[in-house]
């Protein structure tokens, strides 16, 4: 299992990278986002990755952070939903909104992705509900993982965990903070997210 790479950018497109690690190239396909992440060909980085093997192939794909690589896997266990299906999602979506959309069950939001139809996204929204609230309601963020070294929390994630101390549902909270712009600060949110709870 290949957990990351760390190597020089040989090639980058929309939707593939070529790492170069100790003189060998890897060839991950990566969701639009990740590829506009990493730096220009020449430089180094850093991918999470995730490999799958099946009887007729080996495919790497790769993320530029690991909340990413924690998003794709999580919703690759969904049934019907694909590598090709998740790299869609990443591409327009980043794994904080996947986890809002999902413990607030706005399944409209996964049809953004190409390729994802109305069904999909409702069985995505609906199987997702409860693995990503537990996270947000604890404050950890993107799949309640608590890494070693935890990156800061993400405002989004800081306020469903305040939503839900004072007693809203996960879900509730959820809801009403995906209402809200995600690049204000925390304080911020937790107001207008109040107000629309308390309109509700």
């Given at each position: 299992?290949?957990?990351?790479?760390?190597?020089?950018?040989?090639?980058?497109?929309?939707?593939?990278?070529?790492?170069?690690?100790?003189?060998?190239?890897?060839?991950?396909?990566?969701?639009?986002?990740?590829?506009?992440?990493?730096?220009?060909?020449?430089?180094?980085?850093?991918?999470?990755?995730?490999?799958?093997?099946?009887?007729?192939?080996?495919?790497?794909?790769?993320?530029?952070?690991?909340?990413?690589?924690?998003?794709?896997?999580?919703?690759?266990?969904?049934?019907?939903?694909?590598?090709?299906?998740?790299?869609?999602?990443?591409?327009?979506?980043?794994?904080?909104?996947?986890?809002?959309?999902?413990?607030?069950?706005?399944?409209?939001?996964?049809?953004?992705?190409?390729?994802?139809?109305?069904?999909?996204?409702?069985?995505?929204?609906?199987?997702?509900?409860?693995k990503v609230?537990?996270?947000?309601?604890?404050?950890?963020?993107?799949?309640?993982?608590?890494?070693?070294?935890?990156?800061?929390?993400?405002?989004?994630?800081q306020a469903?965990?305040?939503?839900?101390?004072?007693?809203?549902?996960?879900?509730?909270?959820?809801?009403?903070?995906?209402?809200?712009?995600?690049?204000l600060p925390?304080?911020?949110?937790?107001?207008?997210?109040?107000?629309?709870?308390?309109?509700?």
């Open positions: 299992m290949i957990y990351c790479l760390t190597g020089k950018v040989l090639k980058k497109t929309l939707d593939t990278v070529v790492i170069s690690c100790a003189g060998v190239g890897y060839l991950a396909q990566v969701p639009l986002s990740t590829a506009e992440a990493l730096p220009a060909p020449g430089k180094e980085a850093t991918l999470y990755t995730v490999m799958s093997v099946s009887e007729n192939d080996v495919s790497l794909y790769g993320f530029a952070t690991e909340d990413q690589r924690a998003c794709f896997k999580m919703l690759t266990g969904v049934s019907g939903v694909g590598p090709k299906a998740a790299l869609a999602i990443l591409s327009v979506m980043s794994p904080e909104k996947v986890a809002l959309a999902a413990s607030s069950g706005d399944h409209k939001a996964f049809t953004a992705a190409n390729g994802v139809g109305p069904k999909l996204a409702q069985r995505i929204a609906l199987e997702l509900k409860d609230g537990k996270g947000l309601a604890a404050g950890t963020g993107f799949a309640g993982n608590v890494s070693a070294a935890p990156a800061p929390q993400s405002a989004p994630a469903v965990a305040a939503l839900v101390s004072l007693g809203y549902s996960t879900s509730d909270a959820a809801a009403a903070v995906a209402r809200v712009d995600d690049t925390v304080q911020d949110i937790i107001k207008i997210a109040l107000r629309g709870l308390s309109r509700a």
